[in-house]
């Protein structure tokens, strides 16, 4: 009886180790066979960023302005967004081209802010200090708009700082921008920065003047 009793145990002790070989086996293979197929992009690649472009143009390829040719073949190489500098000049009626005043204004040697300025007198220091004898203004609101018009699909979001914020004029001049925008059926496309709470308040009361709604 005790022969038996031990041939059984150690039979049942077999068929134990039997069933977890094969139950370990089957694990083995249904886990197998899902890694085999999980797709090596989901695996392997990290989700493409958003790329946001500063100023509307490579500063890798050379370029130092704005202008229709940098964003058009910005937005052909995938970059959807643009954060662009605004500055107006002292024409009649005004123009308002995309550049950093700052810069320009310390470029071309001109003095006070680039409000106090016409078109002409911007395009003549241009000219100036061109190597090549041509030279051209910069983007003006005009131009980018057509350009937004046309590529409207290509586009994400363009941010537009309007500069010198502290200038008596700011406010009716950032109105005239969002009247601009709103005609030619393009406000969608755009925000506004505001660097404080006060100027919030004076995009608000803008975009209410001109009808339209604007993200800040």
């Not at 694990?27 to 992009?41: E, H, K, Q, T």
């Not at 946001?52 to 370029?63: K, L, M, P």
């Not at 980018?144 to 046309?150: A, I, S, T």
């Amino acid at each position: 009886m005790r022969r038996r009793a031990s041939i059984t145990m150690h039979s049942r002790r077999q068929h134990i180790l039997a069933l977890s070989l094969l139950t370990l086996v089957a694990v083995s293979l249904v886990v197998g066979a899902g890694l085999r197929y999980i797709p090596v992009a989901d695996a392997c690649d990290p989700p493409m960023p958003r790329v946001i472009s500063h100023r509307g143009f490579d500063a890798g390829a050379g370029e130092t302005s704005a202008s229709a040719e940098t964003v058009h073949r910005l937005l052909q190489s995938g970059v959807r967004s643009f954060d662009l500098d605004l500055f107006w000049t002292a024409d009649e009626p005004v123009e308002f081209y995309v550049g950093h005043p700052g810069s320009l204004t310390a470029k071309l040697g001109l003095k006070g802010v680039m409000s106090s300025h016409k078109s002409a007198t911007l395009l003549d220091r241009l000219l100036a200090s061109s190597n090549s004898g041509v030279a051209h203004l910069p983007l003006s609101l005009s131009h980018l708009v057509r350009l937004v018009q046309r590529e409207r699909e290509a586009v994400g979001t363009i941010s537009l700082e309007l500069k010198e914020p502290g200038h008596v004029n700011w406010s009716s001049q950032l109105r005239r921008v969002l009247i601009i925008l709103r005609r030619a059926n393009v406000l969608d496309k755009f925000a506004f920065i505001a660097d404080s709470p006060a100027q919030a308040a004076v995009h608000r009361r803008g975009q209410q003047g001109a009808g339209g709604d604007v993200a800040l």
